[in-house]
Antibody
Framework: EVQLVESGGGLVQPGGSLRLSCVVS????????MNWVRQAPGKGLEWVSY????????FYADSVKGRFTISRDNAKNSLFLQMNSLRAEDTAVYYC????????WGQGTLVTVSS | DVVMTQSPLSLPVTLGQPASISCRSS???????????LNWFQQRPGQSPRRLIYKVSNRDSGVPDRFSGSGSGTDFTLKISRVEAEDVGVYYCMQATHWPPYTFGQGTKLEIK
């Protein structure tokens, strides 16, 4: 069974940092690209970032470019999102999702940016 | 960026009746290899999104056959042949042809009348 478990969310002040993690099981993590997608409270889905299987291709949404960094550790079946210079508008549930076709999603982790 | 426009945004449906959601893209979603990367997702209340349909019309494993996807170019449709109570939630289309970025529709909230 494919499982993705996000963690690392929480309350942070504007300008602060957080590092999200996503641990996956049930598939060959090192063979798949991965994505982060977020959902602000009561809003729709917004793609955030993509990383290919060997970390050679990385893309970001314009809204987070220069502030967020995606990475992965294939030996630990883990995906990460380092979020710096956080803003109130970054408040959202952050989901990790498998593959360029975004086939499977985790349960999400809530990030709240507020003073 | 490709803009995805869904309609309606709210869809009240009687149990057992059909439902249809439209998704239109601001440009053709046909990729250079001939594939069309248009997905449909269901998000039940309090849950994470679940992919239902990929590449326009392919149902994911475990998805009931009352769900079907169709369309081409810029116009796509998700149909539910007979709505059940468990179908309540928000449905999103998403394009993965012209990326980055992947872009989603605004979402269609399906509720039972």
């Amino acid at each position: 069974e494919v499982q993705l478990v996000e963690s690392g969310g929480g309350l942070v002040q504007p300008g602060g940092s957080l590092r999200l993690s996503c641990v996956v099981s049930g598939f060959t993590f090192s063979s798949y690209s991965m994505n982060w997608v977020r959902q602000a409270p009561g809003k729709g889905l917004e793609w955030v970032s993509y990383i290919d299987s060997i970390s050679s291709s990385i893309f970001y949404a314009d809204s987070v470019k220069g502030r967020f960094t995606i990475s992965r550790d294939n030996a630990k079946n883990s995906l990460f999102l380092q979020m710096n210079s956080l803003r109130a508008e970054d408040t959202a549930v952050y989901y990790c999702a498998i593959g360029a076709d975004v086939a499977y999603w985790g349960q999400g982790t809530l990030v709240t940016v507020s003073s | 960026d490709v803009v995805m426009t869904q309609s309606p945004l709210s869809l009240p449906v009687t149990l057992g009746q059909p439902a249809s959601i439209s998704c239109r893209s601001s440009q053709s979603l046909v990729y250079s290899d001939g594939n069309t990367f248009l997905n449909w997702f269901q998000q039940r209340p309090g849950q994470s999104p679940r992919r239902l349909i990929y590449k326009v019309s392919n149902r994911d494993s475990g998805v009931p056959d009352r769900f079907s996807g169709s369309g081409s170019g810029t116009d796509f449709t998700l149909k539910i042949s007979r709505v059940e109570a468990e179908d309540v939630g928000v449905y999103y289309c998403m394009q993965a042809t012209h990326w980055p970025p992947y872009t989603f529709g605004q979402g269609t909230k399906l509720e039972i009348k």
